[in-house]
């Protein structure tokens, strides 16, 4: 049976939903609501996470959500994430990942590197990259639209192609950076975004 890394398995069984507001929950809701009906309706889940520069927010939430699609056996679930301008991949993220049991693989070495993330062996790794939301690499048409910071929900009052949008916003990490506090504060902005993507996902009745 294909099975996510144990490490990684291990982290997971440790994310606890009642760390999940009320008022969380509720904004949670409508996407739960998305995913359920594509389920019921035996249709493919586009969702592609966006902030501002596809960094670090959308990359964790693009990531989590396609591991616990799979952790918890939903199918025909393709997690994107974009930007409103094109970076790069900020190596705290590879390296939280790698830390909370990924196989974190650097592929290229410009300034806009690309990774391959895994969380199970015989998986198709998660390809991270920074690029804008309607890059080619990502979907034209027929997805879901994940705000997760402020300045990009408001900076982008439409998406070209989206079916639903829905914010689910983060606070960034980036504003640790340079600091003490940095690893740990990386480390829990990645925790936060599993456990609401856990919950997303194990809500889904599967048919």
Not at 36 to 48: A, D, T
Request: charged share 25%; glycine share 4%.
């Amino acid at each position: 049976m294909n099975k996510l890394f144990i490490d990684l398995e291990n982290q997971i069984q440790g994310f606890s939903e009642n760390a999940i507001s009320s008022e969380r929950r509720e904004m949670l809701e409508p996407l739960i609501d998305y995913i359920q009906n594509k389920v019921n309706e035996n249709k493919g889940i586009k969702l592609n996470f966006i902030c501002t520069h596809n960094s670090r927010r959308s990359h964790l939430s693009q990531i989590w959500a396609q591991t616990m699609a799979f952790h918890y056996g939903i199918k025909n679930v393709e997690c994107f994430s974009g930007g409103t301008e094109a970076t790069a991949l900020f190596p705290k993220v590879a390296e939280t990942l790698l830390n909370q049991g990924f196989s974190v693989e650097k592929l290229s070495s410009e300034p806009n590197p690309v990774y391959s993330i895994k969380f199970s062996n015989n998986e198709h790794p998660v390809i991270g990259f920074s690029k804008v939301f309607d890059a080619e690499f990502n979907p034209k048409s027929g997805f879901a639209a994940i705000m997760t910071c402020s300045q990009a929900d408001e900076g982008c009052p439409f998406i070209a192609g989206a079916e639903k949008r829905f914010p689910i916003r983060y606070d960034d990490p980036k504003v640790y950076d340079n600091c003490d506090l940095q690893t740990e504060k990386y480390s829990e902005r990645s925790i936060d975004i599993a456990t609401e993507m856990k919950y997303v996902f194990s809500q889904i009745k599967k048919q």
